[in-house]
């Protein structure tokens, strides 16, 4: 097989010597997609930097060869690998918000990478960027040169990203998580894009991911990493289809579990009707109201007493107002009622008494946690808000009891801050803020989406855990289709503002009724 990289023996490691890349060696055909997958710190990203020498501070290469083109990567001087950088190896980050600057117009950024490598006119460097939009599917953008990254969706911002890494039309492209954060029709458009421009201008990939689902629709090989090796690696009919090591399995099976459809609800909990989210348009020197956008139109449904209801949709689709308005942080009209009582009707003195009943888990804790903040003083806010009548020892007493429902130790951990725990762990930390008030139910906003395949699974076993212990009602909100399946009852698709699907969850997965359905359904491993 002709092969445009090759990883040969390859060890990192950091100023402690502890060895985070440990002999690995990778092949990379022509043309051909290859993914490397594993949880977090098993090395494979710092072994897709290492290919253009972009490892992090105190990280050190202390053995091994990556050749490109009959030259060793790793032999070349600093001013050898900045030619190569964005010219014929280019990079796509995961988060594209925090890639692209946004002082500077989407053009510019665009031309900048082109001019670094090409010295080339100002007429057919505007035409080079102009089809390079067009490529990646972004002609509403050329209308627009002034456009900033903080104006765009963050499909478009990804697209912006893939057209930056092809300007110069690379050999090889980079992939590091670039579908993590994205919902999953967007991830699927980003992965048939990256397909047809693969094909297109005949590059390779090599695509790094914890997304085990993302990895069957792109890769053509798949490497497995675990602590730093490569445990097993093959063509990927063969790793999804016939793994042979026992951690691969254990991978595979995470992303094809299914709730149990076991339970009778009965006592409902929440109940919405008619409920509607518009959002005024305004235009004129007087601001008349012309028209509404429609973010929530008129929706119906239920939530039972230890009952797991799963929403998805797309970027825009309204599960963000959904959310807003039953929490009531948001104006919206129709009926919210929350144990017999409409919160629409109710003043703000009586809903801040019901407001530690209805808790929020969110996608991201390290920005949802204070960082100013200890456990101690995290977990302490909402009590001192809501019971402040609690001596220090009940709170102490609370704390002990959450902190080791949700798994972690108080003695351990009350006094650290939130930058010295893993992401899985802060997780556990923001679910224990929001159990130590007794809540009857919680909405879990993306509450994995930012964790590996593992942890994730660890943070799924552990609110089942909790949901059976305090008879918990979840509203789960995520993008990943095997997610949802794997903890919901019920399930709603939303699409702009409407439920086009509702009901038993095991039922919509194997007879969905309406074709976008089916198309989000398609997205799962």
Not at 297 to 315: M, Y
Not at 324 to 347: R, T, V
Not at 363 to 372: F, K
Request: with cysteine; charged share 25%; hydrophobic share 40%.
């Amino acid at each position: 097989m002709n092969n445009i990289i090759s990883i040969r023996n390859l060890t990192i490691s950091f100023k402690n010597n502890e060895k985070v890349v440990n002999n690995i060696n990778l092949d990379i055909p022509k043309g051909k997609t290859v993914a490397i997958v594993g949880e977090s710190g098993s090395g494979k990203t710092l072994s897709a930097l290492s290919i253009l020498k972009l490892l992090p501070s105190g990280a050190k290469i202390n053995q091994g060869q990556i050749i490109f083109n009959d030259k060793d990567l790793l032999k070349l001087p600093l001013n050898e690998i900045e030619k190569i950088r964005g010219n014929r190896i280019s990079t796509i980050f995961q988060e594209p918000m925090s890639s692209l600057n946004p002082l500077h117009k989407i053009d510019k950024q665009i031309k900048e990478i082109i001019t670094t490598h090409r010295k080339i006119n100002k007429d057919d460097l505007s035409k080079i960027v102009i089809n390079l939009l067009k490529e990646v599917n972004l002609e509403d953008i050329i209308n627009r040169p002034n456009t900033y990254s903080y104006e765009l969706s963050g499909g478009q911002r990804q697209r912006v990203m893939i057209a930056m890494s092809i300007a110069n039309n690379p050999e090889i492209l980079i992939a590091d998580e670039p579908t993590t954060a994205l919902d999953v029709t967007v991830q699927q458009q980003i992965l048939v894009l990256l397909n047809r421009i693969q094909e297109k201008r005949k590059m390779s990939i090599l695509f790094v991911s914890h997304d085990l689902g993302v990895v069957n629709r792109i890769a053509d090989y798949v490497y497995v990493m675990k602590d730093g090796k490569i445990i097993e690696s093959g063509h990927k009919t063969d790793i999804f289809q016939s793994p042979k090591e026992t951690y691969t399995k254990k991978l595979l099976s995470f992303q094809k579990k299914i709730k149990k459809d076991d339970t009778i609800f009965k006592k409902e909990i929440l109940k919405i009707s008619n409920l509607k989210v518009w959002y005024p348009i305004k235009k004129g020197i007087f601001k008349k109201t012309v028209n509404f956008v429609k973010a929530i139109d008129d929706i119906n449904f239920n939530l039972c007493e230890k009952e797991t209801l799963g929403i998805v949709g797309e970027s825009g689709s309204g599960k963000t107002s959904l959310v807003l308005a039953i929490l009531k942080l948001i104006s919206s009209s129709g009926k919210i009622k929350f144990k017999s009582i409409n919160l629409n009707l109710i003043k703000n003195n009586q809903l801040k008494n019901l407001r530690k009943d209805i808790q929020i888990v969110f996608q991201d804790p390290y920005s949802s946690l204070s960082p100013r903040m200890n456990v101690y003083e995290i977990l302490t806010e909402g009590l001192d808000v809501h019971l402040p009548f609690l001596s220090k020892q009940e709170k102490i007493k609370l704390l002990k009891n959450i902190l080791t429902d949700t798994g972690m130790n108080y003695q351990r951990d009350y006094n650290k801050y939130p930058h010295e725990f893993s992401g899985g762990q802060r997780q556990r930390i923001a679910l224990a803020r929001a159990l130590i008030l007794k809540p009857k139910i919680i909405i879990l906003d993306e509450p994995t989406s930012a964790l590996d395949v593992s942890i994730q699974n660890q943070i799924l076993e552990l609110l089942q855990n909790l949901q059976n212990k305090y008879s918990l009602s979840y509203i789960f909100i995520s993008h990943d289709i095997n997610v949802i399946r794997a903890v919901s009852d019920k399930i709603i698709v939303l699409k702009k503002g409407k439920i086009i699907e509702f009901g038993n969850s095991n039922k919509i997965f194997t007879e969905p009724k309406n074709d976008y359905t089916k198309k989000l359904l398609s997205s799962s491993i």
